[in-house]
């Protein structure tokens, strides 16, 4: 199915390039002069501002709420609770069905009877302006009678734990296991066998626009507009018409501008729906802008999980078994509608991914904590997976006495082995890590690097060198979430139109995040009809104007929006070109379109331009032919099907240096050889991995939700919660491997997600080789230099 080639009209005349150049980004002006719209920016008649009362405790009863007083102070219009608005809009169960024997229990707009985290929103207040609603706040009076809590994973499912939900009988929300048989004797019969337990701090993504909802309910007509800093506004009209009971065909939600996402601005949150239903309630504009404090906890956190791992292998390194075991703690409810058990579910199914042992044994349990919620977060499980994996390879490397590099070489999957499946049943259909671990070797000069390292650590500088290889899951089938039930669309469509001005414009349902979108789409419609970029217009981000699709989640926007924007940009060329042919006496097949113009394929003379047709179409139709007609409006969508995901690839390497004395660690070098299939636009997918990898690095030194036993968070601000600076962070080289999927004609993979996958196993694994000749290891993120010292027996 893959062609990476223009049309063959376009290849015989020199037309402009732009898919595999490095394009700037069109909006970037825009957004650098504060031109930028964002939820906040927008004011409506009548609007009211809504602030939510937070339980300042993990789990308690309400017993009492006085309101009364607030309710007298100026500038406030209504003050609302968990019953009146269980009204207007019905609770929901965050679980898919193919997650076989998944649950949770219901969950309201707002809590009813019990709070079940600190930060769960029991009451709204509406003003005038929000410091008035802030206000009346401070003058409402709780009686709290504080629960019993489920506040730390390891005994979340131990009998003696406080059961959150006791209609569910335990903490457990979700069980699942992998096992291909035979792994117990693989392991009883194995030369060398590694084991490791490896702790992951609960972190969170910090964006630079917090969560944002503006809802706007028209009582005539029940009609709803939601602006929305949102990833999937598609979703989420389906949801808000499902809730409140209105027709989706009257519900609108528009995602302008996103000041950045990393997936948690994915998911449906508790204050989203009150935000809406107090719309519809009171049938006025209503909007809330999350402020940072409430961020830390009601922003979705992710990534608690502790693994207990071991690797089996024969003397001469040949891998043979990976077993795992996965817990993972989530709040008190899983997160709707993707579920907080994905994140999990993923972690045992990529799993030593890259490597072609036959024998895998897996068991993942999910558990219920009076924490905030979890799901997903850029990476999704494979920060996890990958460190994991790459520390057991690490390890093993060091018992054996082989080099890092030459151990993965040996048992990485071969190039030209594909497709295949890997052991944990995962389907691959093109990889290339052995040429990613070639082309990471001479990137970072691995050899000269060794004797450098060798040569400083005889002067008592010690420096380590870290590898991680990796797959990373992109553009995801209906596999992901159709078939659990949930409507979250697979597929994407785009449409595009020539306007009378040879103006192109594109819209499509896969939103701009910050991540470029815009630029590619631009690109691809340029590049197939023939057109400069400046004639492009894209339009993403509204139910009302754009294809219905699943929007930006999962490294999708490329290969999947991407592939909807060139089947429907080629669907316009040949009506363009059958349009010039009409108009012309000309036939189609001796026309192409370059540089906005139409000319002769044997020639190259100009004959039209795309402003003349589109004048020609628009306003003077009967110059045409009698029964031509002209379409210059194309809608095509696509959706991957032929694999459950299209797996992309890499490597990565760290170079750190330990300070012994203070346990301080600096970055000094990091590599990252992706493959990500065609490279659309190479700046944009360096910045991405860059991003990325930056993200990961924040979850493997920095970041963490740090709790007490009364399962309060203890670091919930910026001037406590530790995120990656810029001057701490080290220059970040990339190079590239393509290998088109060819379950599209673009040939584009996923790009997004890789860099923060590989970024922590890297550097822990550099760590921990700075560490080896000390006989120290460290196996828990965030890797703070309490932690190494304690390794090291210095405290």
């Known amino acids: 199915m893959n062609d990476l080639t223009l049309p063959a009209p376009v290849r015989e005349i020199e037309a402009q390039r732009y898919i595999g150049q490095s394009v700037e980004r069109p909006n970037m002006q825009r957004l650098t002069q504060g031109r930028a719209n964002y939820v906040d920016d927008l004011e409506l008649p009548r609007m009211l501002h809504v602030v939510y009362l937070r339980s300042p405790h993990a789990h308690a009863r309400i017993v009492r709420i006085d309101a009364e007083a607030a309710r007298r102070m100026p500038g406030i219009a209504a003050i609302v609770d968990g019953r009146q608005l269980a009204a207007v ?32 929103a029991v009451l709204a207040i509406l003003g005038r302006t929000r410091a008035l609603a802030e206000d009346a706040l401070d003058a409402v009076q709780v009686e709290w009678e504080p629960l019993p809590a489920a506040v730390h994973m390891d005994t979340a499912l131990d009998a003696a734990t406080p059961v959150i939900h006791p209609e569910l009988g335990s903490n457990l929300c979700f069980h699942r296991e992998i096992d291909t048989g035979g792994v117990e004797a693989v392991f009883e019969g194995a030369d060398v066998v590694v084991e490791d ?5 609960r972190h969170t993504g910090v964006t630079l626009e917090p969560r944002a909802v503006l809802a706007d309910f028209t009582p005539t007509g029940r009609r709803l507009v939601v602006h929305h800093s949102h990833q999937a506004p598609h979703m989420m009209a389906d949801l808000y018409a499902r809730q409140l009971g209105l027709q989706e065909a009257d519900v609108r939600v528009v995602c302008r501008d996103v000041g950045g996402s990393f997936g948690i601005k994915v998911h449906a949150y508790a204050d989203d729906f009150a935000t809406v239903a107090l719309s519809v309630l009171l049938g006025r504009p209503v909007k809330f802008v999350a402020d940072r404090l409430e961020s830390f906890v009601t922003d979705v956190h992710a990534r608690e999980h502790r693994v207990k791992a071991r690797l089996a292998l024969a003397r001469d390194g040949r891998m043979l078994a990976f077993q795992i075991d996965d817990l993972t703690g989530i709040g008190p409810f899983s997160m709707f509608p993707r579920t907080s058990a994905i994140e999990g579910n993923q972690v045992i199914n990529i799993t030593g991914g890259p490597y072609k042992h036959a024998h895998y044994k897996a068991t993942l349990d999910v558990a219920f904590l009076n924490k905030v919620q979890t799901s997903q977060y850029r990476g999704v499980g494979h920060p996890i997976a990958c460190t994991v994996t790459e520390g057991l390879v690490d390890l093993a490397a060091a018992k054996l006495g082989i080099d890092p590099l030459e151990l993965r070489r040996r048992n990485v999957m071969e190039d030209g082995s594909y497709p295949r499946q890997g052991a944990s049943g995962i389907l691959l259909e093109g990889l290339s890590h052995q040429a990613c671990l070639d082309r990471i070797e001479t990137l970072m000069d691995y050899g000269a690097l060794r004797r450098e390292q060798a040569s400083l650590r005889e002067r008592g500088v010690h420096r380590g060198i870290g590898l991680a290889a990796l797959i990373e899951l992109t553009n995801p089938g209906p596999a992901f979430y159709g078939v659990g039930g949930a409507r979250i669309a697979a597929q994407d469509g785009a449409t595009v139109r020539l306007d009378p001005t040879g103006v192109v414009h594109c819209a499509t349902g896969v939103g701009e995040q910050g991540q470029g979108t815009e630029t590619i789409f631009a690109q691809i419609v340029a590049d197939t009809l023939g057109l400069p970029m400046a004639s492009v217009r894209v339009l993403t981000g509204d139910t009302a104007a754009t294809p219905y699709g699943g929007g930006t989640w999962a490294s999708r926007g490329a290969g999947i929006g991407g592939e909807a924007v060139l089947l429907a940009s080629r669907d316009l060329r040949g009506h363009i070109l059958a349009l010039a042919a009409a108009h012309l006496k000309r036939p189609a097949e001796g026309l192409t379109i370059a540089h906005g113009e139409v000319r002769c394929l044997a020639t190259g003379d100009t004959l039209s331009d795309l402003a003349e047709l589109g004048r020609l179409a628009h306003f003077r139709p009967d ?12 809608t095509r969508h696509y959706a991957q099907r032929d694999y459950p995901f299209v797996f992309t690839n890499g490597v990565q390497a760290s170079y750190v240096e330990v300070d012994v004395d203070t346990g301080f660690v600096r970055l000094l070098r990091h590599w990252v050889v992706e493959d990500c299939g065609r490279v659309l636009n190479p700046m944009l997918v360096d910045e991405q991995i860059r991003g990325a990898v930056v993200q990961g690095i924040g979850g493997v030194l920095y970041e963490e939700c740090l709790y007490d036993d009364h399962g309060l968070m203890r670091n919930g601000s910026m001037a406590d919660y530790l995120v990656p600076m810029a001057f701490e962070m080290p220059d970040i080289e990339v190079a590239h491997i393509e290998t088109p999927t060819r379950t599209s004609q673009l040939g584009a993979k996923g790009a997004g997600e890789a860099g923060t996958a590989g970024a922590p196993a890297a550097v822990l694994n550099a760590i921990n080789d700075a560490l080896r000749p000390f006989g120290a290891h460290v196996s828990e993120q965030p890797v703070t230099p309490e932690k190494v010292l304690r390794a090291l027996g210095r405290i």
């Open 197 to 201: 337990e490896f702790r992951f701090g």
């Open 623 to 634: 110059l045409l032919p009698a029964g031509f007609q002209p379409e210059l409006v194309v």
């Open 89 to 120: 809009c019905a609770p929901w169960v965050g679980t898919l069905k193919h997650l076989a024997g998944m649950r949770s229990p219901p969950q309201h707009a707002l809590a009813i009877e019990r709070a079940s985290w600190q930060g769960e």
